[in-house]
């Protein structure tokens, strides 16, 4: 025994206690420590049986993830799970908070299994790129068939105490104190003298011929990229196979040891602690300040406006939403109904559950009513004269410590707080359309912005939901300013002769969920265009020059909300399909500008798309605009739906090699002298000392 896990009696039960804060992980001192543990209450003859829990918050949530990559040290976790198994005395698992992966596993490795009503249990190991490889996927098929099983694994969702009982994981589900009642349960089975019941010893059959291959199809497009979902199904379907529990647990390690060293893996765990590395902020710590936010106020009610206030009301924080004008208002109340509605049709929320969230709703049209709210989120029109206005309202009426928050997405956020006397208090917080929807929120910190103020932002951010990633002033921020680059590659190759469904289907093959053009046509060619034209007419010398994406727009070609921009659309269809209008005035495009067009590879057009992209993050670091590689790869994953078991933007270039980019992108600024094809510093130093972006 050791420091990490106890072995004590009560009465005539013997209680092994894992005690790993934060979350009982399974490291190499508790597999041994239970070892240890069990040696003793095997041993302890006034014990005539075993509970096995953990201390703290929960029941182990799964094996170290951190030793994952490592060399394995003995005893691994199955073996800790098969001796469990083997034991001659009565094992029971008292579950509480989250029993997950490898914790699950050693609840399926006792005789019984008693939880509390607020526990949950799963196997999520398929989000980190495995599978259950500790027995889970050869034990849960013989406790609840082959097919539930499958579907958990896949799904790797945890689940109540209630469904596991009535799923026949859990026999017996209490409230209030966990351990007086499992040592209850414990003694009336010792009373009634119940029998071991090592799952193993059951028998699985899949329910039909077909299931594993009917359930590979139907998760095959949700799925796309990802190894881990097929070889969790692999592993079920051995388990079905031989009635030789020790052939499907070799199967299993097999399956989980491929996995392992997959690079799909080693990405999904970077991204893991990615997203909880995101939160931590240097110089920022428990320490900090952080004020109460109770009641939020938002300044317009418009596309952004609207969502942006789903968010605070489905967390259940009331919010108070100002406009101009009265009809604004009730368009954007109906619309947030609306939203809701529908979630509740597609049986995502109660109707009481609509309605608790639309009582915390409030609106007003006078900036006074915002004299208490502890934070504004102002969603106005792009336009900083508009934006200032605003801000010297809020500067006039809001609280002493109440946050001004802005959700521009290209604006100065210096320049915004200059507008009040308070800039400390005020910072930007980029949601992304739809934003009751997306997670990513980029908080964007000024040069002023109080810790207290970032903290409090930072936190309010998990609490609606989101990830939030701090991030400096400049324009497009992180998200935006890499995707910018790209989508003028993306029009580049177009012009050089490749077709928008060419460039579109490259990155849909990487795994995006869709291409630049596809992406243009949702988001509205007309956003951009308005832009351009406000630039043409502000400043001709510096203008972008008229190309055929401008021309689509004049024609009122919108994308889909007008039935076509670059693709045409079916009606009710989304589906992108090539339009010969694009195709036309791509043509006339390039006869204007006396280009000769080319055949251009998929790999050109991959480079090309991508490597722009890591060159602008290298530069957004080298400026301070994000603080880590792993803020970029979190921003494109939640903002951009880059493929999770690619890492992340700064991670993929990582894995292709720093060396290859730079020399590559040397090669593309050599030839086309375009400006972000600069090669940034800090790549070039990197790509020198064979390093990547993780060595940083
Ligand atoms: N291994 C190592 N560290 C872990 C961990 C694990 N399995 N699970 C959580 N942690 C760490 C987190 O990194 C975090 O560390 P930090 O404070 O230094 O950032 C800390 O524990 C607290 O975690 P969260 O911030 O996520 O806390 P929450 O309360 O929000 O969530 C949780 C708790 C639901 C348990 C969540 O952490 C979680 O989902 N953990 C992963 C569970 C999992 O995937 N288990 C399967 C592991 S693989 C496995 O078991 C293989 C086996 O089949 C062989
Ligand atoms: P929108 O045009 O849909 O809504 C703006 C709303 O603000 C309108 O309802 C308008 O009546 C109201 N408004 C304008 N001036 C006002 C004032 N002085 N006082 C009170 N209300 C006023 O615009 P949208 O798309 O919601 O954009 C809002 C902000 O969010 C902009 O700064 C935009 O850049 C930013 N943003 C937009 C995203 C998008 O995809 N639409 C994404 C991220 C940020």
Same mark, same amino acid.
């Given at each position: 025994?050791?420091?990490?896990?106890?072995?004590?009696?009560?009465?005539?039960?013997?209680?092994?206690?894992?005690?790993?804060?934060?979350?009982?992980?399974?490291?190499?001192?508790?597999?041994?420590?239970?070892?240890?543990?069990?040696?003793?209450?095997?041993?302890?003859?006034?014990?005539?049986?075993?509970?096995?829990?953990?201390?703290?918050?929960?029941?182990?949530?799964?094996?170290?993830?951190?030793?994952?990559?490592?060399?394995?040290?003995?005893?691994?976790?199955?073996?800790?799970?098969?001796?469990?198994?083997?034991?001659?005395?009565?094992?029971?698992?008292?579950?509480?908070?989250?029993?997950?992966?490898?914790?699950?596993?050693?609840?399926?490795?006792?005789?019984?299994?008693?939880?509390?009503?607020?526990?949950?249990?799963?196997?999520?190991?398929?989000?980190?790129?495995?599978?259950?490889?500790?027995?889970?996927?050869?034990?849960?098929?013989?406790?609840?068939?082959?097919?539930?099983?499958?579907?958990?694994?896949?799904?790797?969702?945890?689940?109540?105490?209630?469904?596991?009982?009535?799923?026949?994981?859990?026999?017996?589900?209490?409230?209030?104190?966990?351990?007086?009642?499992?040592?209850?349960?414990?003694?009336?089975?010792?009373?009634?003298?119940?029998?071991?019941?090592?799952?193993?010893?059951?028998?699985?059959?899949?329910?039909?011929?077909?299931?594993?291959?009917?359930?590979?199809?139907?998760?095959?497009?949700?799925?796309?990229?990802?190894?881990?979902?097929?070889?969790?199904?692999?592993?079920?379907?051995?388990?079905?196979?031989?009635?030789?529990?020790?052939?499907?647990?070799?199967?299993?390690?097999?399956?989980?040891?491929?996995?392992?060293?997959?690079?799909?893996?080693?990405?999904?765990?970077?991204?893991?602690?990615?997203?909880?590395?995101?939160?931590?902020?240097?110089?920022?710590?428990?320490?900090?300040?952080?004020?109460?936010?109770?009641?939020?106020?938002?300044?317009?009610?418009?596309?952004?406006?609207?969502?942006?206030?789903?968010?605070?009301?489905?967390?259940?924080?009331?919010?108070?939403?100002?406009?101009?004008?009265?009809?604004?208002?009730?368009?954007?109340?109906?619309?947030?109904?609306?939203?809701?509605?529908?979630?509740?049709?597609?049986?995502?929320?109660?109707?009481?559950?609509?309605?608790?969230?639309?009582?915390?709703?409030?609106?007003?049209?006078?900036?006074?009513?915002?004299?208490?709210?502890?934070?504004?989120?102002?969603?106005?029109?792009?336009?900083?004269?508009?934006?200032?206005?605003?801000?010297?309202?809020?500067?006039?009426?809001?609280?002493?410590?109440?946050?001004?928050?802005?959700?521009?997405?290209?604006?100065?956020?210096?320049?915004?707080?200059?507008?009040?006397?308070?800039?400390?208090?005020?910072?930007?917080?980029?949601?992304?359309?739809?934003?009751?929807?997306?997670?990513?929120?980029?908080?964007?910190?000024?040069?002023?912005?109080?810790?207290?103020?970032?903290?409090?932002?930072?936190?309010?951010?998990?609490?609606?939901?989101?990830?939030?990633?701090?991030?400096?002033?400049?324009?497009?921020?992180?998200?935006?300013?890499?995707?910018?680059?790209?989508?003028?590659?993306?029009?580049?190759?177009?012009?050089?002769?490749?077709?928008?469904?060419?460039?579109?289907?490259?990155?849909?093959?990487?795994?995006?969920?869709?291409?630049?053009?596809?992406?243009?046509?949702?988001?509205?060619?007309?956003?951009?265009?308005?832009?351009?034209?406000?630039?043409?007419?502000?400043?001709?010398?510096? $203008?972008? &020059?008229?190309? @055929?994406?401008?021309?689509?727009?004049?024609? /009122?070609?919108? *994308? !889909?909300?007008? +039935?076509? %921009?670059?693709?045409?659309?079916?009606?009710?269809?989304?589906?992108?399909?090539?339009?010969?209008?694009?195709?036309?005035?791509?043509?006339?495009?390039?006869?204007?500008?006396?280009?000769?067009?080319?055949?251009?590879?998929?790999?050109?057009?991959?480079?090309?798309?991508?490597?722009?992209?890591?060159?602008?993050?290298?530069?957004?670091?080298?400026?301070?605009?994000?603080?880590?590689?792993?803020?970029?790869?979190?921003?494109?994953?939640?903002?951009?739906?880059?493929?999770?078991?690619?890492?992340?933007?700064?991670?993929?270039?990582?894995?292709?090699?720093?060396?290859?980019?730079?020399?590559?992108?040397?090669?593309?600024?050599?030839? $086309?002298? &375009?400006?972000? @094809?600069?090669?940034?510093?800090?790549?070039? /130093?990197?790509? *020198? !000392?064979?390093? +990547?972006? %993780?060595?940083?």
């Amino acid at each position: 025994m050791n420091d990490v896990v106890s072995y004590k009696r009560d009465g005539e039960i013997g209680v092994i206690t894992i005690n790993n804060p934060p979350v009982n992980a399974l490291g190499h001192a508790v597999r041994q420590g239970i070892l240890d543990a069990l040696a003793q209450g095997t041993a302890d003859d006034d014990a005539k049986a075993l509970i096995i829990t953990g201390g703290g918050r929960t029941f182990p949530a799964g094996a170290d993830i951190r030793e994952f990559g490592k060399p394995p040290q003995e005893p691994s976790l199955p073996d800790v799970i098969n001796q469990l198994e083997a034991s001659k005395k009565l094992l029971i698992a008292a579950v509480h908070g989250t029993a997950l992966g490898g914790g699950m596993e050693i609840t399926l490795g006792c005789d019984y299994r008693v939880a509390l009503d607020s526990a949950k249990m799963g196997l999520p190991e398929v989000h980190l790129g495995l599978l259950p490889g500790a027995g889970g996927t050869q034990r849960l098929p013989r406790l609840i068939g082959a097919k539930a099983a499958m579907e958990a694994i896949v799904a790797g969702k945890p689940m109540k105490a209630a469904q596991l009982q009535k799923m026949g994981v859990v026999d017996k589900v209490v409230s209030g104190d966990l351990m007086a009642q499992a040592l209850d349960y414990a003694r009336q089975l010792v009373a009634k003298d119940a029998p071991l019941r090592p799952v193993r010893d059951l028998e699985v059959k899949a329910e039909s011929a077909d299931i594993f291959s009917d359930f590979e199809k139907s998760i095959a497009r949700k799925s796309r990229g990802f190894l881990a979902p097929f070889h969790c199904i692999k592993a079920v379907q051995a388990a079905t196979e031989s009635s030789d529990f020790e052939a499907g647990l070799k199967r299993e390690r097999e399956l989980f040891a491929e996995l392992l060293k997959s690079p799909e893996s080693a990405a999904q765990r970077h991204v893991f602690f990615a997203e909880r590395e995101v939160a931590k902020i240097p110089g920022i710590d428990k320490k900090t300040a952080k004020r109460d936010i109770e009641q939020v106020g938002i300044i317009g009610a418009g596309t952004m406006g609207g969502g942006i206030a789903m968010n605070f009301l489905s967390a259940g924080i009331p919010v108070r939403v100002l406009e101009m004008k009265q009809e604004a208002l009730d368009k954007g109340v109906a619309l947030i109904r609306k939203n809701y509605e529908a979630t509740a049709k597609k049986g995502r929320m109660t109707s009481d559950q609509v309605e608790k969230c639309m009582a915390l709703l409030d609106t007003t049209l006078a900036y006074d009513d915002l004299s208490e709210v502890d934070l504004v989120i102002e969603a106005v029109f792009e336009n900083m004269k508009v934006k200032k206005e605003v801000f010297g309202e809020l500067d006039r009426v809001c609280k002493k410590g109440a946050i001004l928050a802005t959700n521009t997405s290209t604006l100065d956020v210096n320049e915004i707080a200059q507008s009040t006397k308070r800039p400390e208090d005020v910072i930007g917080m980029h949601f992304f359309s739809p934003a009751n929807v997306m997670k990513l929120l980029e908080n964007v910190r000024g040069d002023k912005t109080s810790d207290e103020v970032i903290a409090t932002v930072m936190a309010l951010s998990k609490r609606i939901g989101k990830v939030g990633v701090l991030v400096g002033v400049c324009n497009g921020f992180v998200g935006n300013r890499i995707l910018h680059k790209r989508q003028h590659q993306a029009t580049q190759l177009v012009n050089e002769g490749a077709t928008p469904a060419q460039v579109d289907k490259v990155l849909f093959d990487f795994g995006l969920p869709m291409g630049p053009f596809a992406m243009a046509d949702l988001a509205g060619l007309d956003v951009g265009w308005r832009i351009r034209e406000g630039l043409r007419e502000d400043d001709p010398a510096n $203008a972008p &020059e008229y190309n @055929w994406l401008d021309a689509l727009a004049e024609q /009122k070609r919108w *994308g !889909q909300k007008t +039935g076509g %921009g670059v693709f045409d659309y079916a009606e009710g269809d989304r589906t992108p399909r090539p339009s010969d209008v694009t195709a036309a005035e791509i043509e006339k495009y390039r006869k204007e500008k006396g280009i000769e067009t080319r055949d251009v590879s998929d790999d050109e057009i991959l480079e090309r798309c991508l490597y722009v992209m890591v060159n602008e993050g290298a530069k957004i670091l080298e400026e301070g605009i994000a603080m880590r590689p792993l803020d970029v790869d979190i921003v494109w994953i939640y903002g951009y739906g880059f493929p999770v078991y690619r890492g992340g933007l700064m991670f993929w270039a990582d894995q292709v090699g720093l060396d290859k980019i730079y020399a590559k992108i040397k090669q593309f600024h050599e030839e $086309a002298g &375009e400006d972000e @094809w600069k090669p940034s510093a800090l790549l070039e /130093k990197l790509a *020198g !000392q064979g390093k +990547g972006f %993780g060595d940083l």
